[in-house]
């Protein structure tokens, strides 16, 4: 089941925050989270595997609430370098291992 | 080289042609991943090798064959395409079911 992420984009300017939402209607084992800039490979960021847990990445964090199937991905004083396609990836209970569904992706873009 | 490599990088091919796309992961990991990404389409997991046994494919057309000798190389034979299938196609591996790491990407276009 793919996840859904909001906002479907965002535009910010230098040093806002924003808060990127991943949700699931199955019970969820793990998020991973990747950035992917414009022509390029997505590059991981981070993974979540237990309820409520969160953890940290520069000024980049998340958090996992098993009990609402979802992943919220923070981003504070946003920075130029910020810029791109996040995408969030589920790991659902009873699901194969090897099977990561990603989401549709949040587009962000900080402007200067 | 490091991390993963894909090549070609770019190819362009007639619906009758046969090409393999190929995957080179310089980390030491024991899973692989084929996917494709699309304008507007989130990443579509297409196939999973772990210590070189398939254990995921996604309902893939079969015109997609994959390949993977060893743990640290991964090829998708391509024949008979079709348009649709024009997309980015990415490799990825990791460590078990940990983060992956993704290569560059192949551009494919159908014509």
């Known amino acids: 089941q793919q996840p859904v992420q909001s906002p479907q984009a965002v535009i910010l300017r230098e040093g806002e925050d924003a808060v990127i939402n991943c949700s699931s209607s199955?019970?969820?084992?793990?998020v991973h989270w990747y950035r992917q800039k414009h022509g390029e490979a997505p590059v991981f960021l981070m993974i979540l595997l237990k309820g409520g847990e969160q953890k940290g990445h520069e000024k980049i964090s998340a958090s996992f609430n098993e009990k609402k199937q979802q992943s919220s991905l923070y981003l504070t004083a946003s920075q130029l370098s910020y810029s791109g396609t996040y995408f969030c990836?589920?790991?659902?209970?009873?699901?194969?291992?090897?099977?990561?569904?990603f989401g549709k992706g949040t587009k962000l873009s900080v402007k200067p | 080289e490091t991390g993963v490599t894909q090549t070609p990088r770019h190819l362009v091919m007639g619906m009758t042609n046969k090409k393999s796309l190929k995957c080179e992961q310089h980390l030491g990991h024991n899973a692989m991943y084929w996917y494709k990404q699309s304008a507007k389409k989130p990443l579509e997991l297409m196939f999973v090798?772990?210590?070189?046994?398939?254990?995921e494919n996604n309902s893939v057309p079969s015109r997609f064959s994959p390949e993977c000798p060893n743990s640290s190389h991964l090829f998708l034979h391509l024949h008979t395409l079709q348009p649709e299938d024009s997309a980015l196609y990415l490799c990825?591996?990791?460590?078990?079911?940990?983060?992956?790491?993704f290569g560059p990407g192949t551009r494919l276009t159908v014509t």
């Open positions: 199955k019970a969820l084992y793990s």
């Open positions: 090798y772990n210590f070189k046994e398939q254990t």
């Open positions: 990825a591996s990791s460590q078990d079911w940990h983060e992956q790491y």
């Open positions: 990836g589920t790991r659902n209970y009873g699901g194969s291992q090897g099977n990561l569904i």
